[in-house]
């Protein structure tokens, strides 16, 4: 039977005493245990307010049909840069954060640092297109 990763975390936290670990299986530091249920809900929280409100920007704009203005086009393009950053890039991180290895596969290893900057640099670019628009 297979165990998942929450109970493979769940194992360790409870019994692990030796210093020896597989580098292909999770890793949590002892002295963290306390604290990563507030990190799992902050970034819960902001992960949640950051989706609905960015579809809800996105929603607005569309619906009163304001995309018609070039502004309102660099709003959702802000609005894509945030959800890409919220849905992807932010639990992946938590992820790697709170295992201390990485479990996603060299594809994502390789792909991911670039799925990180992408929505900063947009986010910077489109304030840029932005200001010089005004």
């Not at 990190?39 to 809800?56: D, P």
Request: charged share 10%.
């Amino acid at each position: 039977m297979k165990e998942t990763y929450n109970q493979k975390i769940l194992q360790y936290m409870i019994n692990s005493s030796s210093t020896n670990f597989n580098f292909r299986e999770p890793y949590i530091k002892r002295s963290l245990i306390y604290v990563y249920p507030l990190f799992m809900l902050l970034h819960a929280i902001v992960c949640l307010v950051g989706i609905i409100s960015n579809i809800a920007v996105v929603v607005v704009i569309v619906r009163r049909r304001l995309y018609q203005d070039q502004t309102f086009v660099l709003f959702i393009n802000l609005a894509f840069a945030d959800l890409i950053k919220c849905i992807f890039v932010m639990p992946m991180t938590l992820a790697n954060l709170l295992i201390q290895n990485w479990l996603f596969g060299s594809f994502l290893c390789f792909f991911m640092p670039m799925l990180q900057y992408f929505p900063v640099h947009a986010t910077m670019l489109t304030f840029l297109t932005i200001a010089i628009d005004r």
